[in-house]
């Protein structure tokens, strides 16, 4: 993986992310937004191609409400070519225009929804009681009785934590919720371990961190880090900032070589429950750090049949042998 810059892109070529927050900075302009996302809906097959509803000046001004032309005109002309694309047929959303309109329909509803009861799976830490709350748009697992996987850099007791849209979180139950964010999170994995941000296409930086005074145990966490793992990965968007840090055993489950391997053995790892997953990466793989130069050595499942990667300080892929 590239290691790429250390800085937040903020600059991006044609348009850049501040000018796009003053672009939608106005009530005219996110209603045209609005009103030609409501025109195209029915009729958009992104994966397909890129047609879609076009509506012409009038009726776009019409539906907007808006009775001034030079007016209208103007606040439209800021939206063209990067949210809104001028056709022969009229005025439709670009590609970034139905972006945005998604993200609006993410962001609706409830943002502090109550989610009933706990989750039939017990803690694979400790075999407490996990508890599911959902706040700010944030869906978090959490143990009731001991602190977690992530040590002090999360609330006490994460299991899981995502961001998740709240339209999701209608119709499901605490159970279906957990395998939808696992699903989730997995998905996200495996484009960042391949250096792609699910967010923004751009560039993901991979940087691999140990805990030098590691101590845990099978039975007890390390008393420096607060977390079972020794060593952690960080894959962060240089553009956007989506990032995850993850233990370095869960970052390998998002290469194609392990997907392969594993699913051969009969554990699918893009949809695994939370004691599978936790009992695949306490029992079946092992993990070594090399200190100079820094890196990190993985091996999945048993003997006689195994698959070894080595991963460098930006979690690329230096060795494999099986």
Not at 46 to 72: C, K, M, P
Not at 82 to 89: A, F, P, Q, S
Not at 94 to 112: D, F, L, P, Q
């Amino acid at each position: 993986m590239d290691d790429g810059q250390s800085a937040p892109r903020t600059e991006l070529h044609g348009v850049s992310p501040e000018d796009v927050f003053a672009i939608l900075g106005d009530e005219t302009r996110l209603n045209i937004v609005r009103t030609l996302w409501r025109a195209g809906a029915l009729h958009e097959y992104d994966d397909i191609d890129d047609s879609a509803s076009a509506l012409s000046f009038s009726e776009l001004r019409r539906r907007v409400n808006v009775g001034d032309n030079g007016r209208f005109n103007y606040h439209l002309s800021k939206l063209v070519p990067h949210l809104v694309r001028k056709t022969d047929d009229g005025y439709r959303l670009s590609g970034g225009g139905k972006r945005i309109a998604r993200a609006v329909v993410t962001v609706s509803g409830e943002h502090g929804t109550e989610i009933p009861g706990t989750v039939s799976t017990d803690c694979p830490v400790c075999g407490g009681a996990i508890e599911a709350t959902y706040e700010d748009q944030w869906l978090r697992f959490s143990c009731t009785e001991c602190v977690g996987l992530f040590g002090d850099v999360a609330p006490k007791g994460t299991l899981l934590n995502a961001p998740f849209p709240s339209p999701g979180i209608a119709n499901r139950t605490p159970d279906d919720l957990l395998a939808t964010e696992l699903y989730r999170c997995m998905s996200d994995l495996t484009h960042m371990i391949q250096g792609v941000c699910p967010e923004c296409a751009s560039a993901v930086r991979g940087t691999l961190s140990v805990c030098e005074a590691h101590d845990a145990t099978p039975s007890r966490s390390c008393s420096a880090c607060l977390t079972p793992f020794v060593a952690w990965g960080e894959l962060r968007c240089e553009t956007c900032r989506f990032a995850k840090r993850l233990p370095v055993e869960l970052c390998v489950m998002g290469l194609a070589p392990v997907i392969g391997f594993l699913y051969a053995h009969g554990t699918n790892v893009l949809a695994p429950s939370l004691d599978d997953l936790f009992d695949l990466v306490q029992s079946q793989v092992v993990t070594t750090v090399t200190e100079t130069p820094l890196s990190v050595r993985t091996t999945i499942g048993t003997e006689g049949d195994t698959l070894t990667l080595t991963l460098d300080e930006h979690l690329s892929v230096v060795e494999l042998s099986q």
